[in-house]
Protein backbone atom coordinates (compact mmCIF):
# COMPACT_ATOMS: atom_id res chain seq x y z
CA UNK A 1 0.00 0.00 0.00
CA UNK A 2 1.43 3.33 -0.85
CA UNK A 3 1.63 5.99 1.94
CA UNK A 4 0.25 9.45 0.62
CA UNK A 5 3.22 12.14 0.33
CA UNK A 6 3.45 14.82 2.82
CA UNK A 7 4.48 18.37 1.69
CA UNK A 8 7.55 19.17 2.97
CA UNK A 9 7.05 22.15 4.63
CA UNK A 10 3.85 20.26 6.45
CA UNK A 11 6.15 17.34 7.71
CA UNK A 12 8.17 19.79 9.31
CA UNK A 13 6.13 21.72 11.21
CA UNK A 14 3.98 18.40 12.14
CA UNK A 15 7.54 17.48 13.88
CA UNK A 16 7.56 21.10 15.48
CA UNK A 17 4.22 19.76 17.00
CA UNK A 18 5.31 16.60 17.97
CA UNK A 19 8.14 17.99 20.33
CA UNK A 20 6.38 20.45 21.92
CA UNK A 21 3.76 17.84 22.33
CA UNK A 22 6.28 15.71 24.21
CA UNK A 23 7.55 18.09 26.08
CA UNK A 24 4.53 19.07 27.27
CA UNK A 25 3.44 15.65 28.44
CA UNK A 26 7.10 15.53 30.33
CA UNK A 27 6.72 18.13 32.45
CA UNK A 28 3.15 17.12 33.23
CA UNK A 29 3.96 13.78 33.76
CA UNK A 30 7.53 14.38 35.92
CA UNK A 31 6.74 15.36 39.26
CA UNK A 32 10.56 16.35 39.92
CA UNK A 33 10.23 19.21 37.30
CA UNK A 34 6.90 20.52 38.56
CA UNK A 35 6.63 23.45 36.66
CA UNK A 36 2.67 23.79 35.06
CA UNK A 37 3.28 27.35 33.43
CA UNK A 38 6.19 24.67 30.77
CA UNK A 39 3.02 22.52 30.21
CA UNK A 40 0.81 25.57 29.71
CA UNK A 41 2.54 27.17 26.80
CA UNK A 42 4.75 23.79 25.43
CA UNK A 43 1.16 22.50 25.14
CA UNK A 44 -0.25 25.54 23.82
CA UNK A 45 2.49 25.88 21.39
CA UNK A 46 1.90 22.15 20.13
CA UNK A 47 -1.54 22.80 19.63
CA UNK A 48 -0.87 26.02 17.40
CA UNK A 49 1.88 24.53 14.90
CA UNK A 50 -0.25 21.51 14.65
CA UNK A 51 -3.13 24.16 13.28
CA UNK A 52 -0.47 25.71 11.39
CA UNK A 53 -0.24 22.05 9.49
CA UNK A 54 -4.19 21.91 8.31
CA UNK A 55 -3.58 24.56 5.77
CA UNK A 56 -0.34 22.80 4.49
CA UNK A 57 -1.89 19.62 4.94
CA UNK A 58 -5.41 20.89 2.90
CA UNK A 59 -3.23 22.19 -0.29
CA UNK A 60 -1.93 18.77 -1.04
CA UNK A 61 -5.58 17.23 -0.82
CA UNK A 62 -7.01 19.79 -2.38
CA UNK A 63 -4.46 20.36 -5.22
CA UNK A 64 -3.84 16.75 -6.22
CA UNK B 1 40.75 45.74 -3.44
CA UNK B 2 37.50 45.88 -5.14
CA UNK B 3 34.38 44.10 -4.77
CA UNK B 4 33.83 41.05 -6.54
CA UNK B 5 31.00 41.84 -9.65
CA UNK B 6 28.80 39.07 -9.48
CA UNK B 7 26.75 38.37 -13.05
CA UNK B 8 22.96 38.76 -13.21
CA UNK B 9 20.38 36.05 -15.12
CA UNK B 10 20.57 33.03 -12.83
CA UNK B 11 17.87 31.07 -11.06
CA UNK B 12 18.00 30.49 -7.36
CA UNK B 13 17.02 27.34 -5.50
CA UNK B 14 13.00 27.84 -4.99
CA UNK B 15 12.91 27.12 -8.84
CA UNK B 16 12.38 30.15 -9.70
CA UNK B 17 13.86 33.73 -10.61
CA UNK B 18 13.12 36.14 -7.85
CA UNK B 19 12.72 40.30 -7.85
CA UNK B 20 14.89 41.44 -5.20
CA UNK B 21 13.18 41.93 -1.89
CA UNK B 22 14.18 45.81 -2.31
CA UNK B 23 12.40 45.94 -5.61
CA UNK B 24 9.38 43.92 -4.22
CA UNK B 25 9.14 46.16 -1.06
CA UNK B 26 8.88 49.57 -3.95
CA UNK B 27 6.00 48.10 -6.07
CA UNK B 28 3.50 47.53 -2.68
CA UNK B 29 0.40 49.17 -2.86
CA UNK B 30 1.12 52.55 -0.65
CA UNK B 31 -0.70 51.72 2.39
CA UNK B 32 1.76 48.87 2.98
CA UNK B 33 4.35 50.54 1.90
CA UNK B 34 2.96 53.20 5.12
CA UNK B 35 2.31 50.51 7.39
CA UNK B 36 5.86 49.16 6.79
CA UNK B 37 7.18 53.00 7.36
CA UNK B 38 4.97 53.07 10.58
CA UNK B 39 6.59 50.38 12.34
CA UNK B 40 10.28 50.97 11.17
CA UNK B 41 9.80 54.73 12.90
CA UNK B 42 7.80 52.77 16.02
CA UNK B 43 10.78 50.63 16.10
CA UNK B 44 13.35 53.06 15.68
CA UNK B 45 12.06 55.14 18.56
CA UNK B 46 12.17 52.26 21.05
CA UNK B 47 16.04 51.96 19.76
CA UNK B 48 16.85 55.79 20.74
CA UNK B 49 15.07 55.22 23.86
CA UNK B 50 16.92 51.99 24.23
CA UNK B 51 20.65 53.42 23.70
CA UNK B 52 19.98 56.58 25.56
CA UNK B 53 18.67 54.97 28.77
CA UNK B 54 21.98 52.00 28.28
CA UNK B 55 24.50 54.41 27.78
CA UNK B 56 23.36 56.34 31.20
CA UNK B 57 23.38 53.25 32.58
CA UNK B 58 27.22 52.48 31.17
CA UNK B 59 28.50 56.01 32.55
CA UNK B 60 26.89 55.23 36.00
CA UNK B 61 28.44 51.59 36.42
CA UNK B 62 31.84 53.45 35.24
CA UNK B 63 31.46 56.18 37.66
CA UNK B 64 31.13 58.88 35.63
CA UNK B 65 28.27 60.11 36.51
CA UNK B 66 26.18 59.70 39.27
CA UNK B 67 22.81 58.35 40.07
CA UNK B 68 21.01 57.46 43.26
CA UNK B 69 19.74 54.31 44.34
CA UNK B 70 15.97 55.40 42.79
CA UNK B 71 17.24 56.93 39.38
CA UNK B 72 19.76 54.14 38.59
CA UNK B 73 16.75 51.22 39.06
CA UNK B 74 14.71 53.56 36.93
CA UNK B 75 17.42 54.00 34.03
CA UNK B 76 18.02 50.82 33.78
CA UNK B 77 14.18 49.53 33.72
CA UNK B 78 13.72 52.33 31.17
CA UNK B 79 17.14 50.51 29.08
CA UNK B 80 16.04 46.98 29.62
CA UNK B 81 12.33 47.75 28.33
CA UNK B 82 12.80 49.86 25.77
CA UNK B 83 15.44 47.81 23.55
CA UNK B 84 15.30 44.20 24.88
CA UNK B 85 11.31 44.38 24.32
CA UNK B 86 10.29 47.10 22.20
CA UNK B 87 13.23 47.72 19.93
CA UNK B 88 13.82 44.00 19.18
CA UNK B 89 9.99 43.04 18.43
CA UNK B 90 9.03 46.44 16.92
CA UNK B 91 12.04 45.70 14.26
CA UNK B 92 10.98 42.35 14.05
CA UNK B 93 7.26 43.27 13.46
CA UNK B 94 8.44 45.11 10.90
CA UNK B 95 10.86 42.85 9.53
CA UNK B 96 8.93 40.06 9.33
CA UNK B 97 5.70 41.39 7.60
CA UNK B 98 8.30 43.39 5.26
CA UNK B 99 9.30 39.92 4.13
CA UNK B 100 5.82 38.46 4.02
CA UNK B 101 4.94 41.12 1.36
CA UNK B 102 8.37 40.61 -0.16
CA UNK B 103 6.97 37.31 -0.70
CA UNK B 104 3.38 38.10 -2.17
CA UNK B 105 3.06 39.76 -5.88
CA UNK B 106 -0.31 41.71 -4.29
CA UNK B 107 1.10 43.16 -1.10
CA UNK B 108 0.15 42.12 2.24
CA UNK B 109 -3.34 40.03 2.87
CA UNK B 110 -5.26 40.37 6.45
CA UNK B 111 -4.16 44.15 6.39
CA UNK B 112 -6.55 45.39 9.19
CA UNK B 113 -5.20 42.99 11.57
CA UNK B 114 -1.39 44.58 10.73
CA UNK B 115 -3.54 48.00 11.45
CA UNK B 116 -4.34 46.77 14.54
CA UNK B 117 -1.75 45.41 15.28
CA UNK B 118 0.28 48.64 14.78
CA UNK B 119 -2.83 50.72 17.06
CA UNK B 120 -1.93 47.86 19.79
CA UNK B 121 1.63 47.65 19.93
CA UNK B 122 2.03 51.92 20.19
CA UNK B 123 -0.47 51.75 22.88
CA UNK B 124 1.65 49.08 24.86
CA UNK B 125 5.14 51.01 24.31
CA UNK B 126 3.43 54.25 25.68
CA UNK B 127 1.90 52.28 28.16
CA UNK B 128 5.39 50.44 29.09
CA UNK B 129 7.67 54.16 29.30
CA UNK B 130 4.85 56.19 30.86
CA UNK B 131 4.89 52.92 33.95
CA UNK B 132 8.99 52.82 34.07
CA UNK B 133 8.82 56.51 34.18
CA UNK B 134 6.81 57.32 36.51
CA UNK B 135 6.28 54.71 39.39
CA UNK B 136 8.10 52.15 41.32
CA UNK B 137 10.93 50.60 38.43
CA UNK B 138 10.41 46.68 38.23
CA UNK B 139 13.50 46.21 35.89
CA UNK B 140 12.65 44.80 32.48
CA UNK B 141 11.31 41.43 34.03
CA UNK B 142 8.57 43.50 35.54
CA UNK B 143 9.25 41.63 38.51
CA UNK B 144 6.25 42.15 40.82
CA UNK B 145 8.51 41.75 43.89
CA UNK B 146 9.23 44.78 43.73
CA UNK B 147 5.77 46.11 43.05
CA UNK B 148 4.23 45.03 46.12
CA UNK B 149 3.58 48.74 47.65
CA UNK B 150 3.02 50.06 44.14
CA UNK B 151 -0.14 47.84 42.21
CA UNK B 152 -0.29 50.37 39.35
CA UNK B 153 3.29 49.91 38.69
CA UNK B 154 3.10 46.11 38.48
CA UNK B 155 -0.42 46.59 36.11
CA UNK B 156 1.54 49.34 34.24
CA UNK B 157 4.21 47.17 33.26
CA UNK B 158 2.28 43.64 32.80
CA UNK B 159 -0.53 45.96 31.09
CA UNK B 160 2.42 47.28 28.53
CA UNK B 161 3.74 43.25 27.43
CA UNK B 162 0.52 42.04 27.15
CA UNK B 163 -0.01 44.99 24.46
CA UNK B 164 2.58 44.21 23.58
CA UNK B 165 1.69 39.95 22.87
CA UNK B 166 -1.20 41.08 21.21
CA UNK B 167 0.31 43.17 19.00
CA UNK B 168 2.45 40.37 18.35
CA UNK B 169 -0.50 37.72 17.21
CA UNK B 170 -2.20 39.82 15.32
CA UNK B 171 0.74 40.95 12.89
CA UNK B 172 2.01 37.19 13.04
CA UNK B 173 -1.38 36.04 12.33
CA UNK B 174 -1.12 38.53 8.87
CA UNK B 175 2.45 37.54 8.48
CA UNK B 176 1.48 33.87 8.04
CA UNK B 177 -1.88 34.36 5.92
CA UNK B 178 0.12 37.12 3.52
CA UNK B 179 2.79 34.05 3.05
CA UNK B 180 0.25 31.15 2.85
CA UNK B 181 -1.98 33.02 0.41
CA UNK B 182 1.50 33.49 -1.42
CA UNK B 183 2.50 29.84 -2.60
CA UNK B 184 3.09 28.15 -5.69
CA UNK B 185 -0.61 28.19 -7.15
CA UNK B 186 0.19 24.66 -8.38
CA UNK B 187 2.02 22.75 -6.14
CA UNK B 188 1.38 24.44 -2.89
CA UNK B 189 5.14 24.65 -2.19
CA UNK B 190 6.62 27.61 0.04
CA UNK B 191 9.95 29.13 -0.76
CA UNK B 192 12.49 28.93 1.76
CA UNK B 193 12.10 31.98 3.37
CA UNK B 194 7.84 31.91 3.19
CA UNK B 195 8.65 29.09 5.13
CA UNK B 196 10.70 30.92 7.13
CA UNK B 197 8.34 33.84 8.15
CA UNK B 198 5.59 31.09 8.61
CA UNK B 199 7.44 29.15 11.42
CA UNK B 200 8.87 33.20 12.85
CA UNK B 201 5.19 34.36 12.86
CA UNK B 202 4.57 30.88 15.21
CA UNK B 203 7.27 31.38 17.37
CA UNK B 204 6.16 34.95 17.98
CA UNK B 205 2.18 33.56 18.58
CA UNK B 206 3.82 31.15 20.81
CA UNK B 207 6.21 33.29 22.63
CA UNK B 208 3.01 36.01 23.28
CA UNK B 209 1.16 32.93 25.14
CA UNK B 210 4.31 32.50 27.41
CA UNK B 211 3.86 36.33 28.00
CA UNK B 212 -0.10 36.19 28.81
CA UNK B 213 1.14 32.90 31.05
CA UNK B 214 3.73 35.07 32.67
CA UNK B 215 2.20 38.29 32.75
CA UNK B 216 -1.80 38.37 33.48
CA UNK B 217 -1.55 36.76 36.69
CA UNK B 218 0.43 39.57 37.94
CA UNK B 219 -2.13 42.38 36.13
CA UNK B 220 -4.88 39.91 37.77
CA UNK B 221 -2.86 40.47 41.47
CA UNK B 222 -2.52 44.41 40.47
CA UNK B 223 -5.99 44.64 40.09
CA UNK B 224 -7.06 43.11 42.96
CA UNK B 225 -8.71 40.14 41.31
CA UNK B 226 -6.28 37.05 42.05
CA UNK B 227 -3.92 35.91 44.65
CA UNK B 228 0.04 37.36 44.29
CA UNK B 229 1.37 35.68 41.56
CA UNK B 230 4.26 33.70 43.74
CA UNK B 231 5.58 31.59 40.48
CA UNK B 232 6.36 34.63 38.64
CA UNK B 233 10.16 34.03 38.00
CA UNK B 234 9.46 30.48 37.07
CA UNK B 235 7.00 31.62 34.41
CA UNK B 236 9.22 34.94 33.23
CA UNK B 237 11.94 32.38 32.74
CA UNK B 238 9.58 30.60 30.23
CA UNK B 239 8.79 33.71 28.33
CA UNK B 240 12.25 34.40 28.63
CA UNK B 241 13.86 31.47 26.51
CA UNK B 242 12.14 32.13 23.62
CA UNK B 243 12.89 35.86 23.91
CA UNK B 244 16.45 34.53 23.56
CA UNK B 245 15.46 32.19 20.62
CA UNK B 246 13.50 34.81 19.02
CA UNK B 247 16.14 37.66 18.33
CA UNK B 248 18.19 34.84 16.92
CA UNK B 249 15.76 33.05 14.47
CA UNK B 250 14.56 36.82 13.15
CA UNK B 251 18.52 37.36 12.82
CA UNK B 252 19.03 34.70 10.90
CA UNK B 253 15.98 34.86 8.92
CA UNK B 254 17.53 38.33 7.95
CA UNK B 255 20.84 37.11 6.92
CA UNK B 256 19.48 34.87 4.59
CA UNK B 257 17.68 37.72 2.77
CA UNK B 258 20.42 39.86 3.24
CA UNK B 259 22.79 37.49 1.30
CA UNK B 260 20.34 37.34 -1.38
CA UNK B 261 19.96 40.96 -1.82
CA UNK B 262 23.46 42.22 -1.40
CA UNK B 263 25.83 39.65 -2.83
CA UNK B 264 22.57 37.73 -4.93
CA UNK B 265 23.73 34.45 -3.30
CA UNK B 266 21.71 31.81 -2.51
CA UNK B 267 21.89 29.22 -0.44
CA UNK B 268 23.98 26.72 -1.61
CA UNK B 269 22.82 23.83 0.02
CA UNK B 270 18.99 24.26 -1.68
CA UNK B 271 15.53 25.60 -0.66
CA UNK B 272 14.83 21.91 1.29
CA UNK B 273 18.06 22.47 3.80
CA UNK B 274 17.09 25.93 4.97
CA UNK B 275 13.61 25.19 5.61
CA UNK B 276 15.01 22.66 7.94
CA UNK B 277 17.33 25.04 9.22
CA UNK B 278 14.31 27.45 10.06
CA UNK B 279 12.21 24.80 11.98
CA UNK B 280 14.95 23.59 13.90
CA UNK B 281 14.77 26.64 15.85
CA UNK B 282 11.37 25.55 16.84
CA UNK B 283 12.51 22.12 17.64
CA UNK B 284 15.28 22.60 20.14
CA UNK B 285 13.27 25.94 21.97
CA UNK B 286 11.52 23.04 24.39
CA UNK B 287 14.50 20.90 25.07
CA UNK B 288 16.85 23.61 25.74
CA UNK B 289 14.95 25.56 28.19
CA UNK B 290 16.27 23.95 31.70
CA UNK B 291 19.13 26.34 31.60
CA UNK B 292 17.10 29.52 33.01
CA UNK B 293 16.42 26.99 35.99
CA UNK B 294 19.65 26.74 37.04
CA UNK B 295 19.00 29.78 39.98
CA UNK B 296 16.24 28.18 41.66
CA UNK B 297 16.90 26.60 45.12
CA UNK B 298 14.73 23.54 44.86
CA UNK B 299 15.85 21.89 41.22
CA UNK B 300 16.12 18.48 41.60
CA UNK B 301 20.18 17.58 40.92
CA UNK B 302 18.65 15.40 38.01
CA UNK B 303 17.03 18.25 36.46
CA UNK B 304 19.87 20.29 36.57
CA UNK B 305 22.41 17.35 34.88
CA UNK B 306 19.74 17.02 32.25
CA UNK B 307 19.68 20.97 31.71
CA UNK B 308 23.12 21.31 31.12
CA UNK B 309 23.54 18.25 28.63
CA UNK B 310 20.19 19.57 27.14
CA UNK B 311 22.15 23.28 26.89
CA UNK B 312 24.83 21.96 24.64
CA UNK B 313 22.67 21.88 21.64
CA UNK B 314 20.90 25.55 22.23
CA UNK B 315 22.98 27.05 19.31
CA UNK B 316 22.62 24.19 17.43
CA UNK B 317 20.06 26.17 14.77
CA UNK B 318 22.34 29.05 14.49
CA UNK B 319 25.61 27.57 13.71
CA UNK B 320 24.19 25.87 10.65
CA UNK B 321 22.84 28.67 9.31
CA UNK B 322 25.86 30.03 10.05
CA UNK B 323 27.95 27.33 8.29
CA UNK B 324 25.46 27.61 4.86
CA UNK B 325 25.53 31.33 4.72
CA UNK B 326 29.37 31.44 4.71
CA UNK B 327 29.74 28.19 2.74
CA UNK B 328 27.40 29.33 -0.01
CA UNK B 329 28.88 33.03 0.27
CA UNK B 330 32.60 30.81 0.04
CA UNK B 331 31.29 28.94 -3.21
CA UNK B 332 29.69 31.86 -4.74
CA UNK B 333 32.51 34.33 -4.49
CA UNK B 334 35.45 31.62 -5.24
CA UNK B 335 33.34 30.90 -8.38
CA UNK B 336 34.02 34.33 -9.48
CA UNK B 337 37.85 34.01 -9.51
CA UNK B 338 38.19 35.35 -5.57
CA UNK B 339 41.89 34.43 -4.58
CA UNK B 340 43.39 31.30 -3.51
CA UNK B 341 43.93 30.48 -0.03
CA UNK B 342 41.59 29.49 3.11
CA UNK B 343 40.77 33.16 3.69
CA UNK B 344 41.55 35.65 0.36
CA UNK B 345 37.39 35.38 -0.70
CA UNK B 346 36.67 37.75 2.51
CA UNK B 347 37.94 40.61 1.26
CA UNK B 348 36.11 40.21 -2.15
CA UNK B 349 32.82 40.29 -1.00
CA UNK B 350 31.07 43.70 -0.46
CA UNK B 351 32.18 45.11 2.42
CA UNK B 352 31.22 48.81 1.20
CA UNK B 353 27.77 47.57 1.15
CA UNK B 354 26.63 48.99 4.38
CA UNK B 355 24.12 46.77 4.69
CA UNK B 356 26.10 43.76 4.63
CA UNK B 357 29.02 45.14 6.71
CA UNK B 358 26.41 45.42 9.24
CA UNK B 359 25.89 41.62 8.65
CA UNK B 360 29.06 40.60 8.64
CA UNK B 361 29.94 42.09 11.80
CA UNK B 362 26.26 40.63 13.01
CA UNK B 363 27.95 37.43 12.27
CA UNK B 364 31.25 38.14 14.17
CA UNK B 365 29.43 38.93 17.02
CA UNK B 366 27.54 36.19 17.06
CA UNK B 367 30.57 33.75 17.32
CA UNK B 368 32.02 35.89 19.79
CA UNK B 369 28.51 35.87 22.02
CA UNK B 370 28.73 32.08 21.62
CA UNK B 371 32.37 31.61 22.88
CA UNK B 372 31.17 33.39 26.18
CA UNK B 373 27.22 32.05 26.37
CA UNK B 374 28.36 28.47 26.87
CA UNK B 375 30.27 29.86 30.18
CA UNK B 376 27.39 31.44 31.87
CA UNK B 377 25.15 27.97 30.85
CA UNK B 378 26.95 25.66 32.81
CA UNK B 379 25.40 24.31 35.91
CA UNK B 380 27.94 24.48 38.31
CA UNK B 381 28.50 28.61 36.69
CA UNK B 382 25.58 30.23 36.32
CA UNK B 383 24.90 30.50 39.87
CA UNK B 384 28.39 31.84 40.49
CA UNK B 385 28.18 34.53 37.33
CA UNK B 386 24.78 35.07 36.70
CA UNK B 387 24.14 38.32 39.11
CA UNK B 388 27.79 39.76 37.71
CA UNK B 389 28.10 42.04 35.11
CA UNK B 390 29.35 39.13 33.03
CA UNK B 391 25.86 39.07 32.32
CA UNK B 392 25.50 42.16 30.34
CA UNK B 393 29.33 41.97 29.43
CA UNK B 394 28.37 38.97 26.99
CA UNK B 395 24.92 39.31 25.93
CA UNK B 396 25.40 42.86 23.91
CA UNK B 397 27.58 40.82 21.71
CA UNK B 398 24.02 39.04 20.86
CA UNK B 399 21.78 42.01 21.78
CA UNK B 400 23.57 44.79 19.79
CA UNK B 401 26.21 43.14 17.86
CA UNK B 402 24.66 40.54 16.40
CA UNK B 403 20.47 41.46 16.22
CA UNK B 404 20.83 45.31 16.22
CA UNK B 405 23.06 45.14 13.66
CA UNK B 406 21.22 42.26 11.77
CA UNK B 407 17.83 44.40 11.89
CA UNK B 408 19.60 48.14 11.05
CA UNK B 409 21.14 45.74 7.83
CA UNK B 410 17.69 44.86 7.21
CA UNK B 411 16.36 48.12 7.63
CA UNK B 412 19.22 49.77 5.23
CA UNK B 413 17.75 47.41 2.32
CA UNK B 414 14.01 47.75 3.40
CA UNK B 415 13.58 51.79 3.82
CA UNK B 416 15.36 53.47 0.77
CA UNK B 417 12.53 50.64 -0.74
CA UNK B 418 10.26 52.85 1.06
CA UNK B 419 11.18 56.49 0.85
CA UNK B 420 13.34 56.30 -2.69
CA UNK B 421 15.94 57.89 -0.89
CA UNK B 422 19.84 56.70 -0.79
CA UNK B 423 21.37 55.46 1.78
CA UNK B 424 23.20 58.79 4.09
CA UNK B 425 27.17 58.57 3.44
CA UNK B 426 27.46 54.90 2.74
CA UNK B 427 30.98 54.56 3.42
CA UNK B 428 30.84 55.79 6.96
CA UNK B 429 27.79 53.89 7.44
CA UNK B 430 29.86 50.74 6.09
CA UNK B 431 32.39 51.77 8.84
CA UNK B 432 30.31 51.94 11.57
CA UNK B 433 29.92 48.51 12.64
CA UNK B 434 32.82 47.86 12.62
CA UNK B 435 33.32 50.44 15.39
CA UNK B 436 30.78 48.72 17.28
CA UNK B 437 32.03 45.90 17.38
CA UNK B 438 35.28 47.77 18.66
CA UNK B 439 33.14 48.85 21.17
CA UNK B 440 31.62 45.91 21.92
CA UNK B 441 34.72 43.82 22.48
CA UNK B 442 36.05 46.98 24.95
CA UNK B 443 32.84 46.68 26.80
CA UNK B 444 32.64 42.51 26.76
CA UNK B 445 35.89 42.47 27.91
CA UNK B 446 35.75 44.51 30.76
CA UNK B 447 32.68 43.63 31.76
CA UNK B 448 33.04 39.62 31.50
CA UNK B 449 36.62 40.17 33.72
CA UNK B 450 34.97 42.22 36.15
CA UNK B 451 32.03 39.72 36.23
CA UNK B 452 34.26 36.95 36.81
CA UNK B 453 36.02 39.07 39.70
CA UNK B 454 32.56 39.61 41.36
CA UNK B 455 31.28 42.83 40.04
CA UNK B 456 27.35 42.71 40.84
CA UNK B 457 24.98 43.54 37.85
CA UNK B 458 22.78 45.63 39.19
CA UNK B 459 24.36 46.70 42.30
CA UNK B 460 25.24 50.82 40.77
CA UNK B 461 28.08 51.36 43.65
CA UNK B 462 30.12 49.18 43.97
CA UNK B 463 32.88 51.33 46.47
CA UNK B 464 31.29 49.20 49.44
CA UNK B 465 32.78 51.77 51.47
CA UNK B 466 36.37 51.27 50.44
CA UNK B 467 35.94 47.35 50.91
CA UNK B 468 35.66 46.67 47.41
CA UNK B 469 38.81 45.15 45.54
CA UNK B 470 40.77 47.68 43.62
CA UNK B 471 40.46 45.89 40.49
CA UNK B 472 36.73 46.87 39.92
CA UNK B 473 36.50 50.36 38.89
CA UNK B 474 39.35 50.30 36.25
CA UNK B 475 37.48 47.70 34.71
CA UNK B 476 34.43 49.53 34.63
CA UNK B 477 35.78 52.35 33.53
CA UNK B 478 36.65 50.14 30.37
CA UNK B 479 32.79 48.73 31.22
CA UNK B 480 31.77 52.83 30.14
CA UNK B 481 34.30 53.50 27.55
CA UNK B 482 33.43 50.69 25.49
CA UNK B 483 29.31 51.47 26.03
CA UNK B 484 30.85 54.83 24.70
CA UNK B 485 32.47 53.75 21.52
CA UNK B 486 29.81 51.16 20.62
CA UNK B 487 26.98 53.49 21.21
CA UNK B 488 28.55 55.93 19.34
CA UNK B 489 28.98 53.97 16.23
CA UNK B 490 25.10 53.26 16.69
CA UNK B 491 23.89 56.58 17.15
CA UNK B 492 25.65 57.89 13.80
CA UNK B 493 24.22 54.29 12.40
CA UNK B 494 20.61 55.40 13.87
CA UNK B 495 21.00 58.86 12.42
CA UNK B 496 21.92 56.98 8.63
CA UNK B 497 18.74 55.11 9.18
CA UNK B 498 16.45 58.91 9.93
CA UNK B 499 18.33 60.27 7.14
CA UNK B 500 17.06 57.93 4.49
CA UNK B 501 13.27 58.25 5.92
CA UNK B 502 13.36 62.09 6.22
CA UNK B 503 15.59 64.62 4.42
CA UNK B 504 17.83 61.98 2.59
CA UNK B 505 19.05 62.86 -1.06
CA UNK B 506 16.72 61.11 -3.65
CA UNK B 507 18.79 58.18 -5.55
CA UNK B 508 19.61 54.51 -6.01
CA UNK B 509 19.34 52.42 -3.36
CA UNK B 510 22.18 50.87 -1.95
CA UNK B 511 21.06 46.70 -2.76
CA UNK B 512 20.48 48.21 -6.39
CA UNK B 513 24.38 47.75 -7.38
CA UNK B 514 24.36 44.19 -5.90
CA UNK B 515 23.39 42.11 -9.09
CA UNK B 516 20.91 39.23 -9.31
CA UNK B 517 22.24 35.68 -8.12
CA UNK B 518 24.39 33.18 -9.21
CA UNK B 519 24.61 29.92 -9.93
CA UNK B 520 26.39 27.46 -7.53
CA UNK B 521 29.26 25.37 -8.59
CA UNK B 522 30.39 22.31 -7.24
CA UNK B 523 33.66 22.56 -4.98
CA UNK B 524 34.87 22.98 -1.31
CA UNK B 525 34.74 25.68 1.44
CA UNK B 526 36.50 25.50 4.29
CA UNK B 527 35.96 28.67 6.06
CA UNK B 528 32.47 27.83 7.56
CA UNK B 529 33.29 24.56 9.27
CA UNK B 530 36.99 25.89 10.32
CA UNK B 531 35.50 28.58 12.07
CA UNK B 532 33.16 26.34 14.00
CA UNK B 533 36.04 24.05 15.06
CA UNK B 534 37.28 27.19 16.03
CA UNK B 535 34.79 28.02 17.93
CA UNK B 536 34.08 24.94 19.59
CA UNK B 537 37.73 24.88 20.87
CA UNK B 538 37.23 28.65 21.90
CA UNK B 539 34.16 27.96 23.75
CA UNK B 540 35.92 24.97 25.65
CA UNK B 541 38.82 27.04 26.72
CA UNK B 542 36.56 29.85 27.58
CA UNK B 543 34.74 27.62 29.89
CA UNK B 544 37.84 25.92 31.31
CA UNK B 545 39.26 29.19 31.83
CA UNK B 546 36.22 30.71 34.10
CA UNK B 547 36.50 26.89 35.79
CA UNK B 548 40.09 28.09 36.93
CA UNK B 549 39.27 31.98 37.26
CA UNK B 550 37.32 30.80 40.06
CA UNK B 551 38.73 28.59 41.25
CA UNK B 552 41.28 30.94 41.76
CA UNK B 553 39.74 33.68 43.56
CA UNK B 554 40.41 34.19 47.49
CA UNK B 555 36.96 34.57 48.58
CA UNK B 556 34.89 32.11 51.19
CA UNK B 557 30.98 31.83 50.00
CA UNK B 558 28.88 31.30 52.67
CA UNK B 559 25.76 29.82 52.16
CA UNK B 560 22.49 32.21 52.53
CA UNK B 561 20.75 29.14 54.04
CA UNK B 562 22.97 28.65 57.30
CA UNK B 563 21.56 32.02 58.77
CA UNK B 564 24.54 34.42 57.61
Known amino acids: ?64 | MPDITFPTGAANHDGADRVRLSARIAALPRVDRRLLLGFVCVSLLALVLGLGFGLTTALARGGMIALDPDSAYRVLTLHGTSAFFWWLYLAQVALMIGLAAGESTEGLKARPLIIAGFVVLVAGLVLSEITALLRTPLLYDANPDLGREDPEAVAGMAGGYLLLALGLVLTSLAAIVTVLRARDSVTGAMTAMGFGVLAWAGFLIVSAIAAVNAFLPNLLWAFGRGAFPADAATEWHILFHNLHYLPLMATVLTWYALTLETTGTTSAFGSSFSKVVFASYLVFVPPTSLYHMFLEPNLAESVRVTGSLLSLFVSVPTLTAFLVIVSSLELATRAKGAPAGLFGWIGRLPWGNPAFSAMGVAIVSTLLGLVFAFVLIQEKLAPLISDTVFVPGYFHFFAVGAVTETFLAGFLVIIPALTGRAVWQPRLMAAMPWLVLAGLVIFGACGMLAGLQGVPRRTFNIAYDGAAPAGWLPLMVGFAVGAMVFASGLAIEVFGVLRMLVGGKRGVPMAAMAPRPAGLPGGAAWTGPVAVVLLVVLMTGATIGTFEVMRSLPIVVVGGHAGH
Open chain 1, 1 to 64: MKLPSIPLEAGLVLGVALVWAILAAVYRFSPALGMPGYVRVWGAGAVMFLALAMPLLRWRQVGH
